[in-house]
């Protein structure tokens, strides 16, 4: 018999989310993820998948995975460091280090994985990190499992992180302070202020962690973020995903060669967790192989985002200020976002609602993304569908 105490909790608390707006339902997509899906056999344009490049279901990273099944097995069979690496792990690696401009890369099961793994292995309770008050929530929970200090400063405020890092410093109570960014934040499209925040990093010394999981394959000829800017050799940890431009699962630290080893000897998700199976590494080699030789795709992607935003922000959506792709539609209260989106999906455009605790409460929203694969005419199809359903409920004129 399940626990009293127990079903309490969840039966209340679940209502409570359907009140407030924010229970959020999971759709079961019947067939592939691409700008097309289907849902109960009803095929919707999908603007709700980070699958930015269109990668997770082309035919040449679908034919790599085939293949190396055959030649490696479907599984890793254990943690590398018993079991050895495949050499599969050691190509990918090697790749990435050449794609991000690094000496080293390290790969993990999740880009969640590597927050948790990377900030923990070299933070502790006697250091401080500075963390962007929008920062994912693999970065807030890979903060709290280091048991560092933990500063939040003002979102992409340069004046508030200086004074954070100086009265830190000055402290003289951390043996190291860490500043932590997205590259790109993932809810608003902006990108972090790096060469700010590296100029304030090498002035109090601060080790500089960013987290680009949005950025890569998106920015800096699909290299991201860090080389959007010029600042390869000037950023201790880059983070990537494998799961969103890249079009398959898992994530990755980018570094020094030293910063690596540590991560191999003292990072709990590499030493206790099974390595992805031959399959998904070797999709994902395919995957760079091909941002790394041909950026018609990254052009694409900006080209719909670009056609997106002004068709939206023409209607008088308040799209706010993404400087990518990402194109928010914020309508503030989570009740009325989740109906927004329940009439957009019954209209034929799959845009699911965004509301607390992924965004700050009242700042409910609509997370637009076109990616490579969608064509203007899906694109003029889903404006359409915002004019009709915006009208309908009164959010545009």
């Known amino acids: 018999m399940a626990s009293q105490a127990l079903d309490l909790f969840l039966s209340t608390n679940i209502e409570d989310l359907k009140a407030k707006g924010l229970y959020n339902v999971i759709d079961t ?38 293949q190396a099944a055959k030649t490696h097995g479907a599984g890793a069979g254990a943690v590398r460091t018993i079991n050895g690496t495949l050499d599969l792990h050691n190509q990918l690696e090697e790749k990435l280090a050449g794609f991000k401009h690094t000496e080293a890369v390290i790969v993990y099961q999740s880009g969640f994985n590597c927050n948790m793994a990377a900030i923990s292995a070299v933070m502790d309770a006697n250091d401080a990190i500075l963390s962007d008050e929008l920062n994912h929530a693999s970065i807030i929970d890979g903060c709290r499992l280091s048991k560092a200090k933990v500063i939040r400063y003002k979102h992409s405020d340069m004046e508030d992180l200086r004074s954070q890092a100086k009265a830190a410093k000055e402290s003289g109570l951390y043996n190291k302070i860490m500043v932590i960014t997205d590259g790109v934040f993932s809810m608003d499209g902006d990108i972090a202020k790096l060469p700010e925040i590296v100029k304030i990093a090498e002035e109090f010394d601060l080790i500089t962690y960013v987290d680009d999981a949005h950025g ?25 995903t494998l799961s969103k431009a890249i079009g398959v699962v898992g994530g990755y630290v ?21 390595s992805q199976p031959p399959a ?25 985002g670009h056609f997106l935003k002004d068709g939206l922000r023409a209607l008088g959506y308040d799209i706010g200020h993404s400087e990518t792709p990402i194109t928010p539609c914020i309508i503030g209260d989570e009740v009325k976002t989740q109906q ?36 203007k005419e899906m694109l003029e199809q889903v404006i359409g569908v915002y004019e009709k359903v915006g009208k309908e409920m009164n959010l545009i004129g």
Request: net charge positive.
């Open 29 to 66: 997509v019947q067939g592939p993820n691409g700008p097309v899906i289907q849902i109960d056999g009803k095929s919707l344009i999908n603007l709700s998948s980070n699958n930015y490049l269109g990668l997770a279901t082309d035919s040449r990273l679908v034919d790599a995975a085939v």
């Open 216 to 240: 890569s394959g998106v920015l800096g000829e699909g290299a991201g973020t860090v080389k959007h800017f010029g600042l390869s050799d000037r950023i201790d940890f880059q983070i990537g």
């Open 254 to 274: 980018a570094g020094s060669k030293q910063l690596i080893e540590w991560l191999k000897l003292r990072s709990r998700p590499f030493l206790f967790s099974t």
């Open 280 to 304: 998904v590494i070797a999709a994902c080699i395919a995957a760079v192989d091909i941002l790394m030789n041909d950026k018609d795709l990254i052009d694409k992607l900006w080209e719909n």
């Open 340 to 375: 927004f989106s329940k009439r957009l999906i019954e209209e034929g455009v799959y845009a699911k609602s965004i509301v607390f605790p992924t965004v700050l409460k009242g700042t409910g929203r609509i997370r637009n993304m076109p990616t490579a694969a969608h064509t």
